[in-house]
């Protein structure tokens, strides 16, 4: 399979051209032949001119690529080499959403041939591809894993708005159903991947690997969430006591904040649920989800606290919260806990205006029925600053007095500023 797939005798597919999929798509068109293919055609269409949806990706990035981009399935009937990259969420309960995945199984179910590769990049629990994505498969095609095709897991690393440690440079864990199919998948992807590949033993080792990558960051930051709200209840400045644990040489310097986006704060659930299936509760994971997932509601009531405290009533106060998007310096929505942090303010009545300079208007307005104004105000009672985007980073005291009324406030959730130079300017400061 390698040799004519390197030769370009046969062609490798990736489904799912998001902040996954596309990357390692053109990543593999370097050297291989590559049908890229998503359902949603404005998509695809502006991958055709060169335009990454997600704006991670530059124009040039796209140019001498051997890719052809598609919404049409039938397409697929042309690879031989099929990798799955789509997206896996949660539902409002905080189950997995296996949607996505499950309709993908059931399209490349509909064009497998005998001979065919199968490797899933989705996060997911353990077993997951051999006992709900494999079945679905030979259902539909009529042929059995093994004899007939093979399957393999290749979890994503990729770690949006990061321009560093972008795909190739991520050590890539690969995996197959058999050491056949582990030696073939191990190949395909060392072909692109220059920091090379670690096999797991099984599919099952590669997804329970992926699952606990991001579920050991959760469990890290929800201990310094949980510090943070102890240590504002003595007075103690959080990131300060952070600052000098780290003096020793084996302390793990995290920090405490909102945890959204589509990976720390969801991949949890997914072990979560498993666990849950065969009988067992775990009890340090369950904890650091709430933890995590009760912080928006902390620092809304935090701000509150400071806003009555500064004789303001809340339901005539006006806030700007600066940043939606889940993370730093990037587009992406998905998942944000500055919605829901949003949505707590309201619950107090406080009016909300909004900014960001990466997220799209129309975006945030769909997901989560929020608008944003195209420029701050000059009357606000306070300003949360929740996403740290480097446009951020260089605002002055100054600069937020001119935003502020009598008695300025200033939340600073990913601890971006100066205390004493906020507090030299009169502006009352808090961060976590």
């Known amino acids: 399979m390698f040799n004519q797939l390197i030769s370009k005798e046969k062609a490798i597919s990736v489904t799912g051209l998001g902040y996954v999929g596309l990357p390692l798509a053109l990543e593999f068109a370097k050297k291989f032949r590559v049908i890229g293919f998503d359902i949603n055609e404005e998509r695809v269409q502006m991958m055709r001119e060169g335009i990454d949806p997600s704006q991670e990706l530059d124009r040039d990035v796209f140019l001498n690529k051997d890719i052809v981009y598609t919404s049409n399935f039938e397409d697929l009937k042309q690879a031989h080499f099929h990798v799955v990259a789509v997206p896996t969420p949660i539902d409002e309960h905080n189950n997995p959403d296996l949607t996505p995945l499950y309709k993908s199984s059931e399209t490349i179910g509909k064009i497998l041939k005998p001979g065919d590769y199968v490797v899933f990049e989705s996060t997911v629990y353990p077993g997951c591809t051999e006992e709900d994505c494999v079945p679905i498969m030979e259902r539909l095609s009529g042929l059995t894993m093994g004899p007939d095709f093979k399957v393999g897991y290749s979890p994503e690393r990729i770690n949006p708005g990061d321009k560093e440690h972008t795909v190739e440079k991520i050590l890539k864990v690969v995996s197959g159903n058999d050491p056949e199919a582990a030696d073939v998948v191990a190949r395909v992807y060392e072909a692109v991947i220059v ?87 775990p009890q340090v994971i369950t904890a650091g989800r709430r933890i995590n997932d009760d912080m928006p509601g902390h620092i809304a009531k935090r701000l509150v606290q400071m806003l009555i405290q500064a004789g303001k009533n809340p339901g005539q106060c006006k806030v700007l919260v600066q940043g939606i998007t889940f993370k730093e310096n990037v587009a992406d929505i998905r998942n944000s806990k500055v919605a829901n942090l949003i949505r707590e303010l309201m619950q107090f009545s406080v009016n909300v205006h909004l900014v960001d300079p990466y997220a799209s208007p129309n975006e945030v307005a769909h997901e989560y029925k929020l608008t944003m104004v195209d420029q701050p105000a000059d009357n606000y009672d306070a300003v949360l600053v929740a996403v740290a985007h480097d446009a951020y980073k260089t605002q002055t005291p100054a600069y937020f007095k001119t935003l502020m009324n009598g008695a300025p406030l200033l939340v600073d959730v990913k601890s971006i500023y100066n205390r004493t130079d906020m507090e030299k300017e009169g502006i009352g400061y808090w961060r976590l």
Request: with cysteine; aromatic share 10%; proline share 2%.
């Open 195 to 281: 920091a090379g590949v670690f096999k797991a033993s099984s599919i099952r080792v590669a997804e329970a690997a992926k699952v606990i990558e991001n579920t050991q960051r959760d469990l890290n930051i929800a201990f310094m969430n949980e510090l943070s709200l102890i240590f504002d209840r003595m007075g103690i400045d959080t990131n300060e006591v952070l600052a000098a644990a780290a003096t020793k040489w084996n302390f793990l310097r995290f920090s405490p904040g909102l945890v959204g986006g589509h990976c720390i704060g969801v991949d949890p659930y997914y072990l979560l649920h498993k666990a849950k299936e065969l009988g067992f509760t």
